[in-house]
């Protein structure tokens, strides 16, 4: 879903998407240059990336999306990197060199009228919008550790995702490789999504109900929940009850550690049992202190060093 090609990468927009919809067996796509460096997206190659998504898109049990890089220095308060993709092949481009659409906040305002999603990536990123920007780019070929962190700021560039769902913000998880070689689908960073059809409507409505996991690149099927309530929904809950985690864990090669993390910290490890590992686990830790809804995910680590993040259950005590 965040990908670069001939603009600041290697390769044609037209093999970008060949490469990871048939070579690399992706079932949905998104081509995401930057929109002015290193080299500057013109609005002729622009408008080439949208033709071809509309052409791909054709492909029978395929996905592709056309898309740009919202891109400010890193650490930047006007905001930081955003990757986005259209639902519909006709959107304009709001450079974040333009004044009018220099800060995150004035390219929330202008490109809300289009069907688009905005993913953060890299740490030190500013501004949430919960519509337009429903997940964050956990994992990329860069390897970036965008997870933990050690203090938490309430204002500011988010400088990790226990930072973002410590300020209440309820982002998904998805991965994307952020490659500048021609690796579409095979550079660190993929995601799940859980879609009722494979469209571009089914793919954008999964993304947007975070019902989506990030992967290194390892291939995985999991199904987590908590109390019933599946990834990246959310759940009310009594105060006195406990929690009832739900897992199940497959991989083509056997995960090695499974955890649950709740409110930043890891509530219940598991070591994984061969290649599909299922398991339920009772968590009696109750609400936090500060009164806050409390967020569970879950993490995977395989034997390779690959590594999957779920998105949240969000629970609301009451």
Known sequence: MHGHTENDGIGTFDMYYAHGLFQTGMDFVASSNHDFTPDFLTQSEWAEVQ??????????????????????????????????????????IFRSTTVTSNTVYKLFSLIRPWDVILQPHHNDWTGYDPELQPVFEITSAWRQAREEAVEFKQQGPVSAVWEALERGYRIGFVGSGDSHWMGTGEDNGITGAYVKDLT?????????????????????????????AFMGTSVNVERADPLLVQVRVESETPAELIEVVKDHKVVHATRADGEATEFEFLDRSGPRP???????????RRADQQYAWVSPVWVDWE
């Not at 089914?202 to 929940?225: K, M, P, W």
């Not at 500060?290 to 879950?298: E, M, R, T």
């Open 290 to 300: 500060d009164g806050k809804p409390s967020y569970c995910y879950l993490r995977v």
């Open 200 to 228: 571009r409507d089914g793919v954008f409505e999964a993304i947007r109900s975070r019902r989506v996991f990030a992967s290194t690149g390892g291939r995985f099927l999991i199904d987590f929940r908590v109390n019933g």
């Open 51 to 92: 033709a071809l998504a509309g052409v791909y898109e054709e492909a029978p049990g395929r996905v592709a999306l056309s898309g740009w890089e919202w891109t400010t220095e890193a650490q930047d308060e006007r905001g930081g990197h955003r990757a986005m993709y259209f639902r519909n092949d006709d959107a304009p």
